[in-house]
Structure formats: C-alpha cells, structure tokens
C-alpha cells in the first residue's frame, strides 16, 4: 500500500496546494444545503404571508354582506383597490384585486349567483398562497350562505351531500416530509461527482497536457499502484465533499422551523450511517469513471468538457422522479445514482432498507469501479498516454 499512499499523497498536495481549490471545494459543498434553506425560508415566509393578507376590493359598497364577512375572518385586512384592477395586477402594484359587480346586491337577494372576480398573476410566486387563502374564503363564504338559504327554505343542507369524504393518509409525517426532500439525494450525488473532479482530471488529462506524466511513469511500481492512488486521491476528495455536504444540509434542516410547514425533521444518529452506507459505494464509482474518461482528453480544459456532461448523471433520477417513483423499487438498488436515490429516501422517509440491498449496492459499484480502473490501467500501460497528445 505504501506506492499507493504516496501517489495519493502527491495528489492531494498538488491539488490543494492551490487555495483556490480549497474554496471551490468548500463553496461546492455549501451550495445545496444553502439552496435548501433558502428554498425553505421562502416557503414558510410565503405561508405566513398568507395568514394575513390584505384585499384590495373594487366595488365594497355593492357587497356589504361580504365585505362584512371577510373582514370578521382573520388575518384579512380589507383596502380600497386600484381604478384599473388588471394594470395594477400586471405592473406588480397589487398581488391580486376582487372586483365586485355592480348587481352583486340584487343578485345576492334573489338568491342567484352573484358575480365576483378575482384578478391575479399566475406567474407571480409570492401571491400564490395569498390568493389561494382569498379563494378559500370565497368558496367558505359560498358555502356557509347555500345552507343558510336551504334552511330557511325548510331544506336541511345535509341533502345537497351526496358523498361524505373524509381523507385517510397512511404515510407518517417523516414520509411525507422524505417526499419533500426528495433533493437531498441528488445534492449528495452531485457532491461525490463534483468533489473528485478536479482531481480526476488533473491526475490524468492536466499532467498529460503539462508533460509530468513521463516521469511519473519511469517509476519502477506497476501502472495499477499508480492508477490506484491517483484513484484514491480522487475519491477521498469525493468523499470529503459529500461529507461536508452532509453536515452542513442536517445543521441547516436543524435551524428550519419546519414544523410550521407541517414537517417532522428527525434524522439521528442511525440514519446518518445508513445515508452514508448507501452513499458511499458511488465515491468508488464517479471518481474511476472520471479518471477513465479523462485518460482520452488531450488536454485538461477537453477533460473538463467531457466531465461536465458527466454531472447531468446525478440530475436525471431528479426527473425521473417527477414520472415514475423511485422507492419501493427493490431493483433499483443496486444500479449506480438510481440506487442511492431511492435507498436515502426510504432513509429519510423513516424506512430501513434491506441489508441485502446495501450489500448488493456496495457489491455492484466495487465491480464497477474496479471494472473501471483496470480499463485506466490499460491506458496507463498504451505508449498513447505520453505519445497521443
């Protein structure tokens, strides 16, 4: 092992002797768990936002009745609205306007339909859930004036119910919050893919173009003890940025009053290990696939081009997922990116998964990697290494 520790080492060196690559590894690794954070502030902020809304009306005096109604309910503030309620909605002036029409009143007492609009933007993120609570209203105010009027006409409200539906959801808070943070996965996987890239590529293509890779090879140790530390260095650097990645999404999640999303956030000590089980066999493969793929660039900048179409890897399960779930696939497991996709979210949705999956997963990427590795090997041995640039 000692030929092996030392190119490591020589790696290792080479690639943080730089500050740069410190920093690039390090902000890397922030930027998912940083992502998660901001995303999830700006939902509870969106949320909380909705609990108190203020309407702007066009036409009250046509609806005292309503007006009344919505001002009792709370949180709801009711404001005068614009001359023009679709100009202000479309230059941002106004989140949404409720224009009332002119007969709402003569409509309302003779019992028919009365004509309300509810004028907003689609594509306006922020007021979603504002004019989602506005319509909730709307609809409640509907409903409760129906019943009334059926009971005064002698009608109990019961009968306009065909179906009484009540909603039974059998997954537990930490599965619906699992379905939440299906993300988690693909920024793990993307850390191990980015972690030991620039190390994958340097050890190879760089000292190719740089022409330090002759010396390297007079060294009297097998080509696979050289391709095995520079494969070691790679994947400790994976490894490190998956790490990192790790801690810092668990203590941005431990920060995020996500109960008041309705989500229940527990992962212990138990599901870090198992997360970092099913994670790791990927730091063995992504790193030996960059360094076979890197051994046919010419240069370091054709090396980084061919690895940055490697990175779309981790994000297609990401769109697998939105058509076709990926737990509960047993034959999942073992297959490379797909596998820790779904084993980390059974992991946070509460689940254990199966020791045999695990072993199978370790088992196929130790295959793969090592399948890999002796490919690199081989063209580590080629006189097209050093005479082919």
């Known amino acids: 092992m000692n030929p092996i520790l030392t190119v490591a080492r020589k790696e290792w060196t080479d690639a943080f ?24 502030s700006q939902i509870a902020s969106q949320q909380k936002g909705a609990q108190e809304i203020k309407v702007p009306v066009v036409g009250r005096e046509y609806a005292p009745v309503l007006v009344k109604w919505l001002t009792q309910q709370s949180g709801v503030e009711i404001v ?46 922020s007021t979603r ?8 209203l709307l609809n409640a105010f509907s409903s409760e004036t129906g019943s009334l009027r059926l009971m005064a006409r002698g009608v109990s409200p ?33 850390a191990l893919f980015t972690g030991g890239m620039a190390i994958a590529s340097d050890s190879t293509a760089g000292e190719r173009e740089r022409g330090s890779l ?15 530390g520079k494969w070691l260095a790679a994947s400790g650097a994976a490894l490190l940025s998956m790490g990192l990645t790790l801690t810092v999404t668990l203590i941005v999640l431990s920060r ?13 000590l138990s599901q870090i290990l198992l997360i970092l089980a099913a994670v790791v066999p990927m730091g063995l493969v992504s790193p030996a696939l960059q360094m076979f793929v890197s051994c046919f660039a ?14 779309l890897l981790p994000t297609l399960p ?65 006189e097209k290494i050093i005479f082919g640039r």
């Open 17 to 40: 002797r730089d500050r740069r690559a410190l920093w690039a590894l390090f902000i890397g690794s922030l930027f998912g768990p940083f992502m998660i954070g901001f995303m999830f």
């Open 129 to 136: 859930s504002k004019v989602s609570r506005l319509n909730s």
């Open 80 to 125: 005068d609205g614009p001359a023009d309620p679709e100009s202000a909605v479309r230059d941002r002036k106004a989140d949404f306007v409720l224009v009332i029409d002119k007969e709402f009143a003569e409509n309302f007492r003779d019992s028919r339909p009365a004509h309300v609009d509810v004028v907003s933007d689609v594509t306006s993120q």
């Open 214 to 228: 002759e010396p390297l090879l007079i060294i009297p140790i097998p080509r696979w003890r050289l391709v095995a």
């Open 298 to 311: 010419k240069t370091f900048k054709e090396a980084q081009n061919y690895l940055g179409m490697l990175v």
């Open 318 to 382: 990401g769109v697998i997922t939105v058509m076709y779930p990926l737990t509960n696939r047993p034959w999942m497991h073992p297959i490379p990116v797909l596998g820790q996709y779904a084993m980390v979210t059974e992991i946070l949705g509460g689940k254990v998964p199966s020791p045999l999956a695990l072993i199978a997963a370790t088992f196929v990427a130790v295959l793969i990697a090592g399948g890999l590795l002796i490919l690199a090997t081989r063209l580590f041995s080629s």
């Open 256 to 268: 995020l009053a996500l109960e008041e999303l309705g989500i229940r956030n527990h992962v212990g």
């Open 158 to 190: 019961v009968v306009v119910n065909v179906l009484k539906i009540e909603q039974i959801e059998v997954a537990t808070a930490q599965q619906r919050a699992a379905m939440i943070f299906n993300f988690i996965p693909m920024f793990l996987v993307l």
